[in-house]
């Protein structure tokens, strides 16, 4: 199963917000999926930080939100600071074919 | 707290068997909804899922991948033992495993650290 794609790199000032996409195909995102979200920094385990579309595990901060709309998944982060600076990666999973595909990973930069 | 920590050789040759053992603790594999995945990742490259097991011993496989894995469970030592077979140079990545949320379809909420395992002769 081909990996969801998403955009190499997104960059933002701080304090702006900034959104990354996620397109599968109508495999990926059949009504019997779910997307979640994780941030990697360098050399670490990734962090959740969005799952189910756009629930957010306790700890998240409110500035990171998710959403969906046809066969595309979108992370927004607002209010962007330094230490958001890192790769991002969503992943869909599908109940009726329980598997998980992760996304090709976005950088995100501060600038 | 919950925790997972991955163990398993630094290097293994072509063709050898990899054995992982995932080590956790914080919860109990036996519970309704507990599940472990392995997730790896090349160096450089993006995350792979590869195998699941569920608290009912249900086991689910990457369709690329699920004639060489095998996935297991021992919960009286809160262990999940992958074992991929026909090891090659282009397995060499960052072998992780994480629980999924309880309750959740889609995150992984605890990670561990993670273990490169490299394969060349």
């Known amino acids: 199963q081909s990996a969801l794609t998403q955009p190499a790199s997104v960059s933002g000032s701080p304090g702006q917000s900034i959104t990354i996409s996620c397109t599968g195909t109508?495999?990926?995102?059949?009504?019997?999926?779910?997307v979640a979200w994780y941030q990697q920094h360098p050399g670490k385990a990734p962090k959740l930080m969005i799952y189910d579309f756009s629930a957010r595990p306790s700890g998240v901060s409110s500035r990171f939100s998710g959403s969906k709309s046809g066969y595309t998944a979108s992370l927004t982060i607002s209010g962007l600071q330094a230490e958001d600076e890192a790769d991002y990666y969503c992943?869909?999973?599908?109940?009726?074919?329980?598997?998980?595909?992760f996304g090709s990973g976005t950088k995100v930069t501060v600038l | 707290q919950v925790t997972l920590r991955e163990s398993g050789p630094a290097l293994v040759r072509p063709t050898q068997t990899l054995t992982l053992t995932c080590t956790f603790s914080g919860f109990a594999l036996s519970t309704s909804a507990m599940s472990v995945s392995w997730i790896r990742q090349p160096p450089g490259k993006a995350l792979e899922w590869l195998a699941r097991i569920d608290w009912d011993d249900d086991k689910f496989y990457s369709t690329s991948l699920k004639t060489r894995l095998t996935i297991s469970k021992d919960t009286s030592k809160n262990q999940v033992v992958l074992k991929m077979t026909n090891m090659d140079p282009v397995d060499t990545a960052t072998y992780y495993c994480?629980?999924?949320?309880?309750?959740?379809?889609?995150?992984?909420?605890?990670w561990g650290q993670g273990t490169l395992i490299t394969v060349a002769s």
């Open positions: 109508s495999n990926d995102f059949t009504p019997y999926s779910y």
């Open positions: 994480a629980r999924l949320n309880p309750g959740s379809f889609s995150g992984f909420d605890f």
């Open positions: 992943s869909s999973y599908t109940s009726t074919s329980p598997r998980y595909v």
